[in-house]
Every structure is written in C-alpha cells, then in structure tokens.
C-alpha cells in the first residue's frame, strides 16, 4: 500500500503477557519511529531507526521494550510483561518530507 | 522534561472564526516546527511547518507564526470549520537532531456551527 501499515489495529492482553506491534513503512523510507499516546497524554517518543545505523532507543520507557527493523523495512516493537500503565495507542511513522507520515496506530489495552 | 508545551488542552471556536493555538519550547537549538492535526482512530498528519529562518508561513487557511525569542509558535485557522475538529500537535526538532521529532501534549479543537 502507499501508507504506513500497523497491524493489529487493537488488542487486548492480559498484565503479565509479552505482546508484539508490527509496523509496515511507506517502501523506500530508510527513517522508521515508534511514538506512543497515551490516555490525555502527548505523543511520546520510542525509538528510531536511521538505515543501518544503530537504533536511537533513548524513548523505551523500560527494558521490557525493545524494537527491531529487519531488512530496513518492517519493524516489531515488543513488550514483555505488560502492565496496565503500558496501556496506549502505538503509532508508527516513516519519514516523509517535511514530516513523518504515520499509520493509524495500534490501540493496546492491558487488562 | 517537556521540552514541546501545549498549554491549552483543549479551545471550542465557533465556525467561520478565528481559532489561535499555541506552543512553546523551551530547547533554543530547536529550528524547525510542524505541526500535526489527528483525527480519533487515525495517525496524525501533517499539516503546516516552519523553519527559524522565517516568522511567518501561510497556506490556505493555516498559518504559523513563529516567534524565537519568545520560543512561541502558534498555528491559525481562518475561518474555521467543523472539519478541522480535531487534535492538533505541535512538534519540533533542530539541526543536530533532524529526523526526532519531539512533540508537544496537544489541543484538542473544536469548531462548532
């Protein structure tokens, strides 16, 4: 497709229970992000992928988080051991001049 | 550390007026801001930006404004529409840091006939 590609589009997991994201970017863009939103809050930066350069992880709000782009295109964000407070819209975006062109997010629900 | 302040977390205008929202940043290496309109269930979009060298950018009915000194921005819609209901975010980014964007919390608009 022409746009960025998230999937599952929602999902509900039990606290405790490891979860992956799965983000496809615009073919071609070399800049991948992961952003989160959480309830009231802003967007709130993850991580960063830059081609081959390593990952820009300064955003993981803990060590359960962790992200990887194979081939430079579809990245996987992974959660483990989700808790309730993880709870929040998971967005994607590549890079498109003069912004970020997102996908419509995965909304997570830790329950 | 917010680096990226909305304010205003939410304006209601009512349409064919003006609607002002506002952003302001704290890091002075910041020089170049967008800004990002979400619909609910949607990714947000880009909207408008603006690069430090300019003060001033216009399209269509959106413009922004920049102000360094102040770390200010604001965007303007007139005249407003219910269509532009939505989520508007401020973000920025500079020089050494071209591709993070850091975003501010958001205002929530609403345009009311």
């Known amino acids: 497709g022409a746009g960025v590609s998230q999937s599952p589009s929602n999902k509900v997991t039990e606290k405790g229970k490891d979860v992956e994201l799965r983000c496809d970017p615009i073919?071609?863009?070399?800049?991948l992000y992961w952003y989160r939103q959480s309830l009231g809050q802003g967007l709130e930066f993850l991580i960063y992928?830059?081609?081959?350069?390593?990952?820009?992880k300064s955003g993981l709000p803990s060590d359960r988080f962790s992200a990887e782009r194979t081939g430079g295109s579809v990245s996987t964000l992974t959660i483990q051991r989700t808790q309730q407070e993880d709870s929040a819209v998971y967005l994607c975006?590549?890079?498109?001049?003069?912004?970020?062109?997102f996908g419509s997010g995965t909304r997570l629900t830790v329950v | 550390d917010q680096q990226v302040k909305q304010n205003s977390p939410s304006l209601s205008v009512q349409e064919g007026r003006i609607s002002i929202l506002n952003c302001d940043y704290t890091n002075s290496m910041f020089d170049y801001f967008l800004w990002y309109k979400k619909y609910p269930a949607e990714g947000p979009t880009f909207l408008i930006s603006?690069?430090?060298?300019?003060d001033k950018n216009e399209d269509g009915r959106f413009t922004v404004f920049l102000n360094k000194s102040a770390k200010h921005l604001s965007l303007h819609i007139v005249p407003s529409q219910p269509g532009d209901s939505a989520v508007y975010f401020c973000?920025?980014?500079?020089?050494?840091?071209?591709?993070?964007?850091?975003f501010g919390t958001g205002t929530r608009l609403q345009v009311f006939p």
């Open positions: 603006i690069s430090s060298i300019k």
């Open positions: 073919s071609g863009h070399t800049a």
């Open positions: 973000a920025a980014n500079s020089i050494f840091n071209t591709d993070k964007l850091i």
């Open positions: 975006a590549s890079s498109l001049e003069p912004g970020l062109t």
């Open positions: 992928f830059q081609g081959n350069s390593a990952p820009d």
